[in-house]
C-alpha cells in the first residue's frame, strides 16, 4: 500500500515535546555561553553525545553497530528480510561556537519517527535505520563530511588512517581510544537516505514556509586570480601612469558581484580573501591575489558563471594596464538528489497541508555523500534569521515537528508501510 494516502489510516503525528526535549537534553552535552554548543568531533563530548544517543536506541529496541569511521547506525527491523534499510540521520559534531540545531536535528528527528512508529506498533517491510554520521564539521580533523565521504568510498581505508588534527593525534586512535571505531572496512548497507537539516539560510523563513524539499546540493568552483601591475609611489606616480592591482582588483570585485546578480536568485559569487604584495599606506600595490567562491545548483549554469567571472576579471585587468592569470582550483559538481526520494517527501508536505517549496541546499551535507552510492534526498526546516554556525542558531519546536512528520510520511512511504500489525 501506499502512504498517507488513505482513508483507513489517519495521519500519525511525532511527538513534538519529546523532540524538543531530546534537542534541550542533548544540547547540555558541550554546553557553551549564549545556548551554543561546542562538540568537536571525537573529543570527550562528542563521545558523550554519541553515548545518549546510543542509549536513546537501544530503549528503543534499536540494534547499534558502528563502522569503521565511527558512523553510528540504529536499525530497526522490518518484516522483510530481503529489503534494504531506508536510513535518516545527519551528524552529532558542532562547530566550536555552533548551534542546537545544525546536524542534531536529523539525528533526533530520525529516532522521533522511530519512536512514533513503535508507539503506534507500526511495521515497516524494509529496515529503518537512525544514523548519526561522523565528523560532518571537519573542525578537528579535516575534511569535513568525513564519515560519509569513508562510506561513499570517496575516501579509502588508507586515507582515513592518515587523518590527523593539527596536534597531531590521529582520528583512527582517538576514534578507538574512545570506543568509537568499529572493525573493518564493511560498511553497513543502505537502500535510501533521506536527511532532515535545518535550512542554515534564510529563504523558508522570508517566504513564511514550514518545510524545504530540497532537489539538489549546489555545486562549487574556486577560482585563484593573481594581478600583476607595478609598485609605484603614491605621491610622484600621476593617477593615469598607474598600474594598481588593488584598483583592478577593487573592481573586478564589484564586477563579479554583477555578474552574480544578473545570473539569478540561486547563484553564488564571493571573494572572501585578498592578499597584496605589497602593505603600505603610500606603495602603489603592483600585486594582489584572490579567491573566486562560486556556486550554482546547476551544472552548466556553474560552468557559464565561471568562464563568465574569469573573462571579467581578464578584461577589467587588461583596462586596468594589469596582468591578470586566473585558475581554477577546485570544482565540485552539483549533486542532484532522487526523484522518488524528493516526491516521497513533497507528497507528505502535501498530504499535511504544510506550505513548502522546492529549494537547493547552499552548504554540503552528507546527504550529498550519501547520493553517490543510494538514492537521497533532503527536508529543510527553517532557521530564525538564516542564523546557524552561531549560538544564536534556532528552530522552533513546531516547525521541527513539521519537518518531521514530513521525514516520517516519506520514511513509511519508502518502507512500505504494514498497517495490519498495528495495535
Ligand atoms: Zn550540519
Redo the contacts with the bound molecule.
Sequence with gaps: MTYPANDAFPLLAINQDRLWARHMEMARIGAIEGDGSCRLAMTSEDSEARTLLAKWCRDAGLEMTVDGAGNMFAVRAGRDPARAMVASG??LDTQPHGGRF??VS?VLAALEVVETLNDAGIETDAPLGVVNWTN??GVRYGPGLLGSAWYAGLIDDDALSRVRAADGIFFEDEAKKRGWLGEGSDKVPIGTFVEL??E?GPILEREGLQVGIVTSVQGLVWLDVKVTGMDAHAGTTPLDHRQDALLAAARMLAALNDAGRRCGEAARVSVGRLTTATDGPSTIVGHAEFVVDIRHPDARTLAALRDECASICRAVGEGAGCEVAVDERISVPPTDFDQRCIAALENGAVARGYDHRRISSG?L??AANVAKIAPTAMIFVPCKDGI?HNVREYASPEDLAAGTNVLMDAMLSLAGLRTQSRS
Design positions: 545527519s551528524h545544525d546536524g536529523g560532518e564539521e537539516h535545518i542554515q552548504a551535507h552528507d546557524s
